[in-house]
């Protein structure tokens, strides 16, 4: 399976399973990855992604890695700090459901951006794996989303 068509049939996952009540849904799929955000229509610096990161970025994989989470993305770092650590006051909130699995930090890339995600060493791309992405991209959203929203964000949403 190609990584474009992966992830057309992850976004359908994620559109098809969101919940509602977390707001308006956008999709913004793409070759390595897809990027999914509430709100307004724009994409959105505090955003959920699933994208394919090299080895280069993430020494433990041998080909390829897989990062499934929540991304802060704003220019300044201090804005991305304060997510993160909004984000870490409701950790006992979110935490059962994402498990251990879920690194909160410095982003794999733009060390000024933050994350709260996963990732999946050397994945094999083929079978349901587009349904096991989606939906673990949509557990991340209905954890966080709700913590997220409940404070205003630096910077804007």
Do not use: C
Not at 6 to 31: C, I, K, S
């Amino acid at each position: 399976m190609e990584d474009w068509e992966l992830f057309e049939q992850v976004g359908e996952v994620v559109r098809g399973t969101a919940p509602p009540d977390l707001g308006r849904l956008h999709v913004q799929v793409r070759r390595n990855g897809v990027k999914a955000w509430f709100g307004d229509p724009g994409p959105q610096r505090e955003h959920y992604e699933a994208q394919i990161i090299g080895a280069d970025i993430v020494a433990a994989a041998r080909t390829q890695a897989l990062e499934i989470g929540f991304h802060a993305e704003h220019r300044a770092e201090r804005d991305n700090d304060a997510v993160l650590a909004r984000l870490a006051t409701a950790e006992e909130e979110w935490r059962p459901r994402l498990g251990g699995e879920a690194v909160a930090g410095v982003f794999l890339g733009p060390v000024s951006w933050r994350r709260i995600s996963e990732v999946w060493l050397d994945p094999e791309l083929e079978g349901d794996v587009a349904f096991e992405i989606g939906v673990r991209l949509v557990d991340y959203m209905s954890a966080l989303e709700p913590v997220r929203t409940a404070v205003p964000s630096p910077g804007g949403r």
